[in-house]
T-cell receptor, first 115, second 114 residues
Framework: ETGVTQTPRHLVMGMTNKKSLKCEQHLGHNAMYWYKQSAKKPLELMFVYNFKEQTENNSVPSRFSPECPNSSHLFLHLHTLQPEDSALYLC??????????????FGPGTRLTVL | AQSVTQLDSHVSVSEGTPVLLRCNYSSSYSPSLFWYVQHPNKGLQLLLKYTSAATLVKGINGFEAEFKKSETSFHLTKPSAHMSDAAEYFCVVSVGAGSYQLTFGKGTKLSVIP
């Protein structure tokens, strides 16, 4: 798993905690994504960053706050989460700009449990 | 708008027998199509992709898929299942510029019986 890495792999937090998820890609890509994967639901796109600029926010609640300091790093800051936010959070990256989709490359995910 | 339907939520095959995972899509434009695999407690791995080149696409681990525009299908096949193929498989369609706006199917869980 040297392409896209995510830390931590597991996180348990209370509803009043503040935590951050980290994603790093070693593929030289320019676009990065956060997805939420809940049981028995399709993968949900949360945020897209292209060349460090946020290009998509899929109506995500403000208790999720993304940050992309450079094309290789992506963070998801979490605060005052709800139990229904428990899920697997996946980070992905892709090449960009040519108009030809090459596919996205995913990290292993962070399994988040909100108590 | 695009959508993707995976026709089976669960498929069970015996080891050494063929695998067929079905996917139908709808799209207003020429789509790009992907299959991803997710093993337990792991992230998604790209198996193969179709981007308007050859309609028969070969991927990793012996999987292949055929794009059939007339049937709006992109079924995933493998001639002989291996125990390590047991995982969840996602069919994905993209019509956005670059690699944005992926629409994922709900997934098909493949079980392989020894």
């Amino acid at each position: 798993e040297t392409g896209v890495t995510q830390t931590p792999r597991h996180l348990v937090m209370g509803m009043t905690n503040k935590k951050s998820l980290k994603c790093e890609q070693h593929l030289g890509h320019n676009a990065m994504y956060w997805y939420k994967q809940s049981a028995k639901k399709p993968l949900e796109l949360m945020f897209v960053y292209n060349f460090k600029e946020q290009t998509e926010n899929n109506s995500v609640p403000s208790r999720f706050s993304p940050e992309c300091p450079n094309s290789s790093h992506l963070f998801l800051h979490l605060h005052t989460l709800q139990p229904e936010d428990s899920a697997l959070y996946l980070c992905a990256s892709s090449q960009d700009g040519s108009g030809v989709p090459f596919g996205q490359y995913f990290g292993p995910g962070t399994r988040l449990t909100v108590l | 708008a695009q959508s993707v339907t995976q026709l089976d939520s669960h498929v069970s095959v015996s080891e050494g027998t063929p695998v067929l995972l079905r996917c139908n899509y709808s799209s207003s434009y020429s789509p790009s199509l992907f299959w991803y695999v997710q093993h337990p407690n792991k992230g998604l791995q790209l198996l193969l992709k179709y981007t308007s080149a050859a309609t028969l696409v070969k991927g990793i681990n012996g999987f292949e898929a055929e794009f059939k525009k007339s049937e709006t299908s992109f079924h995933l096949t493998k001639p002989s299942a291996h125990m390590s193929d047991a995982a969840e498989y996602f069919c994905v369609v993209s019509v956005g510029a670059g690699s944005y706006q992926l629409t994922f199917g709900k997934g098909t869980k493949l079980s392989v019986i020894p």
